[in-house]
C-alpha cells in the first residue's frame, strides 16, 4: 500500500505501508529509493499516518544523508562496454573482448583465463554498450539461479530448510527475502561479489523458513551453517552500495 507523507512544500512525498505479522511496533525503513513504513497487523491507519507524520523531520534527514553517501558511491561496473574494460564477476574485474558477429543478437561467453567473450553483430555496433550490458545482466541472472541452487542443496538438507520456490530479480534495497510461504527472492547483484557473500545470503533467507524474524535463535541457525558469517554481513555493509550499483 502506498501512501502520501506530507511535506514541507507542496508535493507530497510518498511512502508504501506494509504490514508484518512479525512488527511488535511500527517502523520507518529510509532506502534510496524509497520509504517504507512496516506496521503490526493491529495498528491502525490513522496511527500510523501520525506516527510518520511525526518523524517528518527525522525521515528527510535520513533521505539526505543516503542521498549524500550515494553521491559518493564508486560504481564497480565501466561507463560503456567497450573492448578491454573490465567487468565485476564473483568480487572479480573481468576483462571483456569484443569479436564482431555475423549473428543477428549478442553472444556472452566466459572463457577459462578468465575473460568475457562478446560476439557483436555489425548491424549493433552503435548501440552495442546497452547491447553488452543486457546480455551481462541476463547471463548473471542464470548464473545467480545456478549458484543459488547448488547453494540451497547444501545448506538445505541441514534442518529441512527447503524453499517452496526460487526467483532471481532485480531488487532495488535488498540482497535476498523469504516470503511467509518459503519463497525466496535473491537479487542478481550478488553475483558481482564474492562467492561467499551469496553463500551467506542464501543462507540467511533459508533460516527464515524457520524463524521468520531476526531473533537470537535465527543467528544462532545461521552460525550453525556459516560460523564466520558476521564477517560476511560486515562485508555487505561495507561494499553493498557499489554492489546496488549495478553493471
Known amino acids: 500500500m502506498q501512501n502520501n507523507l506530507p511535506t514541507g512544500d507542496s508535493a507530497p512525498l510518498p511512502y508504501r505501508l506494509r504490514r508484518s505479522e512479525r512488527a511488535k ?3 520507518i525503513v529510509v532506502r534510496a529509493n524509497e520509504v517504507e513504513v512496516v506496521a503490526p497487523l493491529q495498528v491502525s491507519e490513522c496511527r500510523i499516518k501520525a506516527f510518520v507524520d511525526a518523524q517528518q523531520d527525522w525521515i528527510r534527514a535520513a533521505l539526505k544523508r543516503i ?3 550515494a553521491g559518493q558511491v564508486n560504481s564497480l561496473a565501466p561507463a560503456q562496454y567497450t573492448d578491454g574494460v573490465t ?3 564473483q568480487g572479480r574485474q573481468i576483462p571483456l573482448t569484443i569479436k564482431p558477429t555475423s549473428a543477428k543478437t ?4 566466459l572463457l577459462a583465463e578468465p575473460q568475457f567473450l562478446a560476439y557483436l553483430p555489425s548491424m549493433h555496433r552503435d548501440n552495442g554498450s546497452e547491447l553488452i550490458k543486457r546480455s551481462l545482466e541476463n547471463w548473471m541472472k542464470q548464473q545467480t539461479r545456478h549458484h543459488a541452487m547448488q547453494l540451497i542443496a547444501k545448506h538445505g538438507q541441514q534442518h529441512n530448510l527447503v524453499p517452496r520456490n526460487l526467483r532471481i530479480k532485480t531488487l532495488k534495497s535488498r540482497w535476498g527475502s523469504c516470503g511467509p510461504q518459503n519463497d525466496i527472492n535473491l537479487n542478481w547483484l550478488l ?3 564474492p562467492p561467499v557473500i551469496l553463500e ?3 543462507v540467511h533467507e533459508l533460516c527464515h523458513i524457520k524463524h521468520k524474524n531476526h531473533s537470537k535463535a535465527f543467528w544462532q541457525l545461521v552460525g550453525e551453517h556459516m560460523p564466520d558469517y558476521l564477517e560476511h554481513r560486515h562485508w555487505l ?3 553493498g552500495a557499489s554492489l546496488m550499483q549495478g553493471l
Open 200 to 202: 551467506y545470503v542464501v
Open 106 to 109: 549478442v553472444r556472452l561467453q
Open 191 to 193: 553475483m558481482l561479489a
Open 67 to 69: 542521498h549524500q553517501r
Open 25 to 27: 511496533k511500527t517502523r
Open 87 to 89: 567487468v565485476p564477476y
Open 237 to 239: 555493509k561495507q561494499n
